[in-house]
């Protein structure tokens, strides 16, 4: 009777789960099959645990330990990222160092002549370099981030590795990837102004294209395009061998019909970048990454390089620019001093310091923690969103403080200013693979919720399937059980999470195992909307917000406790961890309060937090600490400047500001004592004063210049226009003292 029963219930459930869920496009499946699910999948079920985490190390093998010390250093030691700048160029030193010492060659095996080196290893090359000048950095990223070297790695045929690869490795081509275009942007897969179609001339079989592509990094110096079009094939010429679909091809540089050269010029930056285009170019099926076979496979060899390439360059600028505040701007901070104090005391100063050593430690965490998934050859899709997005944004906030706290320093441009063009220049990464507004309010959660999700990918499959009742029922019934037992760890959850700091480690677990429990239920919740949810972009942006701050506190739990020993590293693990919970908590009141569907809002407040909101924020005194932790010498200061680049040039701003910071710190505890003592410094003790006096009088000078703009190629009877016709129009004045 019960069979009898329950065949009707569940038909209608299927039925009924039909209409309501959409179909899943071709390169949405794409999307969803790419890479690999791993810890993302354990938050997904409401139960993951540090313990997950406990296989996970990384550190870079002695060859490229010894690559980032010697080539890396030495590299960045000749940028110039002021004149860089100005030039819009690099000098040819930079690029044929990057050639011959195999920068543009780092993820192509050795036997191709590449270096073979690690997604690590990649990402601290990266990061050192970006901490010298974003540009460079940028056009050390490409080459060895999505693009013809990866592409042709995975998925080229051996005529093809045999010749691109050595000539990849060599920097004898410089490679170039045209994905984007004017009406193809984040809706990559669309490719409206990339398309082709299957000929046959002269016997031999290719493609007809035409493509307008643009802000294409590399591609006015590229020797060799990889180039995403859409294929179609009327005549049935493929004959089963391939399939239309995104196809991507090689075009070298002088292939007939191949428009190449023109720049855009993104904001301050210097790298590289402009259209690719072309009219009815004949493309030979040899030149089709992987062959004929390949044809129509190109969404899904894109997908799966993204998977792994959107995790590594793009957070390493990120990281970058964090540490490098951290370092810089702390020293500075000390060292400046307004009203006869250093404005490392001053609590509005402390609140930037503080969200800035946060901040650099959440992305550093998570950074090393992702590099260490790549590490085990794991391709984590759905977290390489989160930390895209995450990575950039963050920075995006500490670049921001780090500037408020450099003041004029930091807005006025020159050879002496650190901040002023990364600043300028941080939109740009925020928005190439994949904009962060997009990112957060349509990928994360979306190919989270599908991908991750122990019971819904099942769901979905069975739907598509049509007529899968069984497989229907099977999920379904796992996906019930899954809403009933996170239901029951967040009320159980709500009462014994821990409330002592006793074991900093061990409380913040707890609170993240509350919380993921919460995210779990919630998810579960959502889905009453069906398909509609695909299109409630604000409410999936917040969930997006949830699900990347449990990542992120996991990431912050392992790196605490792979540094534990560090001096400091308990104070700004908690101001972190503190910081996380409340975004979480923020997200997942968001979503309650803001969800379509009545009642729905308040259950899930009800099972969530059912005593109220539990997470108050960092206090003040914590932002204290953590603000003294960077302006002071301190192991969590020496932490988070690992992997930044330092010169050997004593004149050197961020040389100097690391020379003087402990010399600047002894002696105000000089003068400190002294005063206490009611005594005149020693002689020994003035020396040092007036020594660190010099040396931040020159620190906080900006730079000048004679000429800038046009008055650099006009004659020297130029007047400035706001002189003409006054009496000061001829008028010659020195421009420095003393000339």
């Known amino acids: 009777m019960q069979k009898i029963q329950r065949r009707p219930i569940t038909g209608y459930a299927y039925k009924l789960a039909k209409s309501m869920m959409p179909k899943i496009s071709a390169t949405e499946r794409a999307a969803l099959n790419a890479g690999t699910v791993g810890f993302d999948r354990n938050i997904y079920s409401g139960n993951p645990a540090l313990e997950d985490l406990k296989n996970y190390s990384v550190k870079l093998s002695p060859e490229e330990q010894a690559f980032v010390d010697k080539e890396v250093k030495e590299l960045c030691e000749i940028l110039n990222d002021y004149q860089?700048?100005?030039?819009?160029?690099?000098?040819?030193?930079?690029?044929?160092?990057?050639?011959?010492?195999?920068?543009?060659?780092?993820?192509?095996?050795?036997?191709?002549?590449?270096?073979?080196?690690?997604?690590?290893?990649?990402?601290?090359?990266?990061?050192?370099?970006?901490?010298?000048?974003?540009s460079a950095s940028a056009t050390v990223t490409v080459p060895n981030s999505l693009g013809p070297g990866e592409l042709l790695v995975r998925y080229g045929t051996d005529e093809q590795k045999n010749y691109f690869l050595p000539k990849l490795a060599a920097g004898d081509l410089i490679p170039c990837f045209g994905l984007t275009a004017p009406h193809s942007g984040s809706d990559a897969a669309s490719m409206h102004e990339?398309?082709?179609?299957?000929?046959?001339?002269?016997?031999?079989?290719?493609?007809?294209?035409?493509?307008?592509?643009?802000?294409?990094?590399?591609?006015?110096?590229?020797?060799?395009?990889?180039?995403?079009?859409?294929?179609?094939?009327?005549?049935g010429l493929l004959k089963g061998k391939g399939n239309e679909g995104p196809?991507?091809?090689?075009?070298?540089?002088?292939?007939?019909?191949?428009?190449?050269?023109?720049?855009?010029?993104?904001?301050?930056?210097?790298?590289?970048?402009?259209?690719?285009?072309?009219?009815?170019?004949?493309?030979?099926?040899?030149?089709?990454?992987?062959?004929?076979?390949r044809c129509g496979f190109g969404w899904n060899m894109l997908m799966d390089c993204l998977a792994e390439g959107r995790s590594v360059s793009l957070p390493a600028s990120a990281v970058g620019a964090a540490k490098l505040s951290v370092n810089a701007v702390g020293a500075?901070?000390?060292i400046r001093k307004q009203f006869k104090v250093p404005i490392a005391e001053m609590g509005g100063v402390q609140e930037a310091l503080g969200r800035i050593a946060s901040n650099a430690f959440i992305v550093t965490s998570a950074q090393n923690l992702i590099n260490s998934m790549l590490a085990k050859h794991e391709q984590p899709a759905v977290l390489s969103a989160v930390m895209k997005y995450e990575t950039t944004h963050r920075a995006r906030l500490v670049v921001n403080d780090a500037m408020d706290i450099m003041g004029g320093s930091g807005i006025c441009r020159g050879e002496t200013n650190s901040f002023g063009n990364g600043y300028m220049a941080l939109p740009i990464a925020i928005t190439v693979e994949g904009a962060n507004i997009l990112t957060r309010s349509l990928m994360i959660f979306g190919q989270g919720l599908n991908r991750a999700h122990p019971n819904l990918i099942g769901i979905l499959d069975a739907i598509e399937k049509g007529d899968d009742?069984?497989?229907?029922?099977?999920?379904?019934?796992?996906?019930?059980?899954?809403?009933?037992?996170?239901?029951?760890?967040?009320?159980?959850?709500?009462?014994?999470?821990?409330?002592?700091?006793?074991?900093?480690?061990a409380y913040y677990e707890g609170q993240l195992s509350r919380l993921s429990s919460n995210f779990a239920v919630s998810a579960d919740l959502a889905l009453v909307l069906g398909g509609r949810l695909k299109f409630e972009e604000m409410l999936s942006g917040r969930f997006a917000d949830a699900f990347g701050t449990l990542y992120l506190g996991y990431a912050c739990?392992?790196?605490?406790?792979?540094?534990?020993?560090?001096?400091?590293?308990?104070?700004?693990?908690?101001?972190?961890?503190?910081?996380?919970?409340?975004?979480?908590?923020?997200?997942?009141?968001?979503?309650?309060?803001?969800?379509?569907?009545?009642?729905?809002?308040?259950?899930?407040?009800?099972?969530?937090?059912?005593?109220?909101?539990?997470?108050?924020?960092?206090?003040?005194?914590?932002?204290?600490?953590?603000?003294?932790?960077?302006?002071?010498?301190?192991?969590i200061r020496n932490l988070l400047s690992e992997g930044i680049f330092i010169s050997k040039d004593p004149k050197d701003r961020v040389r100097q500001l690391n020379d003087i910071l402990p010399l600047a710190v002894q002696a105000d505890k000089n003068a400190a004592a002294a005063k206490k003592a009611k005594r005149s410094?020693?002689?020994?003790?003035?020396?040092?004063?007036?020594?660190?006096?010099?040396?931040?009088?020159?620190?906080v000078q900006v730079d000048s210049h004679e000429k800038l703009g046009v008055e650099h190629t006009a004659g020297d009877d130029y007047v400035r226009p706001g002189l003409r016709n006054t009496r000061f129009a001829n008028l010659k004045i020195p421009t420095t003292i003393g000339a």
């Not at 069984?470 to 821990?498: C, E, M, Q, Y």
């Open 247 to 293: 196809t991507i091809a090689l075009l070298e540089r002088d292939h007939p019909g191949l428009v190449i050269g023109k720049r855009h010029d993104p904001l301050i930056a210097a790298f590289m970048n402009g259209p690719v285009q072309g009219k009815d170019v004949f493309i030979p099926m040899k030149s089709i990454i992987g062959g004929q076979e």
């Open 194 to 235: 990339a398309y082709g179609e299957v000929v046959e001339r002269n016997g031999q079989l290719g493609i007809v294209a035409s493509f307008n592509k643009r802000y294409i990094t590399l591609a006015p110096v590229a020797g060799v395009v990889g180039l995403a079009f859409t294929l179609k094939d009327p005549k």
């Open 332 to 334: 500075y901070a000390r």
């Open 84 to 134: 860089i700048t100005n030039d819009r160029d690099f000098s040819e030193e930079f690029w044929t160092r990057c050639r011959k010492q195999g920068f543009f060659g780092m993820i192509i095996p050795k036997q191709y002549g590449g270096k073979g080196f690690s997604a690590h290893a990649h990402s601290q090359v990266v990061q050192m370099i970006s901490t010298r000048s974003g």
């Open 469 to 505: 009742v069984k497989g229907f029922t099977k999920a379904t019934i796992g996906f019930l059980n899954h809403f009933v037992t996170n239901t029951g760890r967040s009320l159980v959850r709500a009462v014994t999470r821990p409330r002592s700091k006793s074991d900093l480690l």
């Open 681 to 699: 410094l020693t002689a020994e003790e003035q020396a040092l004063a007036d020594k660190v006096a010099a040396v931040v009088n020159e620190l």
């Open 557 to 635: 739990c392992w790196y605490y406790q792979q540094n534990r020993k560090v001096e400091g590293i308990d104070a700004l693990f908690e101001l972190a961890m503190e910081s996380i919970l409340q975004q979480n908590q923020t997200a997942l009141l968001e979503l309650s309060n803001n969800f379509p569907v009545p009642g729905i809002g308040p259950l899930m407040k009800a099972i969530s937090f059912p005593f109220g909101a539990a997470y108050g924020g960092p206090t003040d005194k914590m932002v204290q600490k953590a603000s003294n932790l960077i302006t002071n010498p301190s192991g």
